[in-house]
């Protein structure tokens, strides 16, 4: 279970002990198994955790209410979480706001919906997203981590921000990278380099490419198979 601890004032960090995989009970198990009662209360607890953190981490009911600065009693400021190694189920952080997110090796049963999520820094190196992960309107303010994860059926960054670096180094699509949508993402600084790799530029998915703007930030655009072979020959 989730446990908080205080930091500097209005701020902390909430960490989750890594957790062993869990398999879900079938929809048509048979009454009276014992093993299928412990696993169906299991994963209860496991929701039950995941939506107190996600009531506790939400700075407001609706996106626009964090321009009017009005935030509700419950929200907890200045928190990080790291569920490095944990087993997700129906993971959701929609419109909440953290300091840095760790999600390395964790698996992510179902959807994972992390649409407009306001975050720090974010590490997913090695994390298993099993159904579609939606980070559309995901806004990162310094770096993103995705090298040698894996989407099983594929991911929403559409109209997603980043200020820093991204890393998909090696991320496997099994779908196809086609199945990765970057519509209208912006990207704040171009040139942002990695600065715990060595200071590496930003790589993204397959057949993806920044195309720079006039006001001095990008966006990326999918180019045909074609366009990718001419850029580089």
Known sequence: MPSRTSGSEGAGTQRC????????????????????????????????????????LRDGEYRGQRAEAKLPPTYWPGMSLDLSG??????????????????????????????????????????????????RGLNLEHHVWFSHSTFSIGGRFNGATF???????????????????????????????????????????????AQPREDGTATLVRRSPQAQGETTS
């Open 17 to 56: 002990v890594p957790a062993t995989r869990h398999t879900p009970p079938p929809e048509d198990a048979p009454p009276g198994d014992a093993e299928l009662a412990r696993r169906r209360e299991e994963l209860q607890v496991r929701h039950t955790a995941q939506d107190l953190l996600s009531t506790h």
């Open 163 to 209: 200020s820093g670096s991204a890393d998909f180094t090696d991320a496997e699509y099994e779908q196809g990278s086609e199945s990765v949508n970057l519509n209208d993402v912006c990207i704040k600084d171009p040139n942002a380099l990695s600065v715990e790799d060595g200071n590496a530029p930003s790589t993204w998915p397959p057949g993806w490419v």
């Open 86 to 135: 944990a087993h997700l189920d129906g993971f959701s952080l929609i419109d909440c706001r953290v300091d840095s997110l760790e999600c390395h090796h964790a698996r992510f049963a179902g959807e994972a919906m992390l649409r407009g999520l306001h975050c720090g820094l974010a590490f997913f190196q090695g994390a298993i997203f099993e159904g579609l992960t939606d980070f």
